[in-house]
């Protein structure tokens, strides 16, 4: 692993701290550097290649986290943030609370030039066809300049990190048809559409949620409310169906027997479908990277997070992706001078 520094914020994780720190022993082992910021009482002793930062205040559960972000200098996830921002660490993983890590993220790492909001992008594990869904939290609603900087970011993240050399990018809706859909969605459509038609995005139009797990895109967007809420759904699922194989496979000695036979490609099936196992969703949109992990993850999780991290810097997720944006046009403009020689502000 190249030489990369992830600053990490320990509290706020079901677990514990000392369960956040487990996984960044296993991420160090694997060559990356880590400064994990919480109470150093809980994290333990680290191993060689991990520091700790003693932040014992938490705003992970905190009802209005821009404000507890702003008013509490001292919290964990805002000094990792700090870390970030300063150079002193190349990306941010949060433990705790998303609304904390954005809050964290955009006071101090910053937005990106040009971009109007962060996105939360997850590329998400479908067996035989996996897809970058976003945005899954970052932002309830989405206006559809919003929805069409998704479009660009979730793209090039495809790229950078699934290796999809031009990923077919799908608008999340409730038809397929260019009609249906909020009027957001309404006009986000008309407008990736212009994209496509000169070559700027291979958009496919619009997909419906039976679609996120067809492979009809390699990319779908929508706003983070209904992205999160699929994405919560298809690991609900998958979770029960998983569970439901397994009392199958146990439900009489002949079963039994089957299931001895089926063992290994069913272990390999439900490590693909473990939530855990993609280390959690991209924060896009910033000037430096972060990642979000479940706060329900275990040591496993938390240390593919900080691999996701690590390989999110080595691959130059941020600059991809604001490239992409760049390329096509799709950045805020920047304020223009008016006639009586006062500037007009884009809105955000």
Do not use: C, W
């Not at 954005?102 to 909001?117: C, E, T």
């Not at 976003?134 to 790229?159: C, I, K």
């Not at 139009?205 to 994405?231: H, K, M, R």
């Amino acid at each position: 692993m190249p030489d990369v520094t992830i600053a990490v914020d320990t509290n706020g994780a079901d677990l514990g701290p000392a369960e956040v720190a487990a996984g960044a022993a296993i991420a160090a082992a694997q060559g990356v550097r880590i400064i994990l910021f919480g109470p150093a009482d809980a994290i333990g002793a680290v191993p060689d290649g991990v520091r700790v930062v003693n932040a014992p205040v938490s705003i992970a559960k905190d009802p209005d986290p821009a404000r507890a972000a702003r008013s509490t200098p001292d919290a964990s996830i805002v000094l990792a943030a700090q870390a970030v921002a300063a150079g002193e660490a190349d990306a941010l993983v949060s433990g705790g609370s998303t609304g904390a890590a954005l809050a964290a993220g955009l006071f101090n790492i910053k937005r990106g030039r040009g971009i109007y909001r962060p996105a939360l992008a997850i590329p998400v594990p479908i067996p035989g066809h996996p897809v970058t869904l976003l945005d899954v939290g970052a932002s309830a609603e989405a206006r559809p300049e919003h929805l069409v900087q998704f479009a660009f970011m979730g793209a090039a993240l495809a790229t950078t990190v699934l290796g999809v050399e031009r990923p077919r990018v799908g608008l999340l809706s409730n038809g397929t048809e260019a009609t249906r859909g909020t009027p957001a969605v309404l006009e986000a459509h008309a407008a990736l559409t212009r994209r496509a038609a000169v070559g700027d995005l291979e958009f496919v139009g619009n997909v419906e949620g039976s679609d996120v797990t067809s492979g009809a895109a390699d990319v779908i967007v929508t706003d983070g409310f209904t992205g999160n809420v699929a994405l919560k759904l298809m690991e609900g699922v998958s979770q029960v169906l998983l569970g439901a194989v397994k009392d199958a496979a146990l439900s009489s000695a002949r079963a039994k027997a089957g299931g001895l036979l089926l063992k290994p490609a069913l272990g390999a099936l439900r490590d693909d479908l473990d939530p855990e196992t993609p280390g959690g969703a991209y924060l896009l949109g910033l000037r430096r990277l972060g990642v979000v992990p479940h706060g329900r993850f275990t040591r496993y999780g938390f240390s593919q997070a900080i691999l996701l991290a690590a390989r999110g810097v080595t691959g130059d997720v941020v600059g991809t992706t604001h490239a992409a944006l760049e390329a096509a046009g799709a950045l805020k403009q920047a304020p223009r001078p008016s006639s009586d020689g006062a500037s007009s502000v884009s809105s955000s």
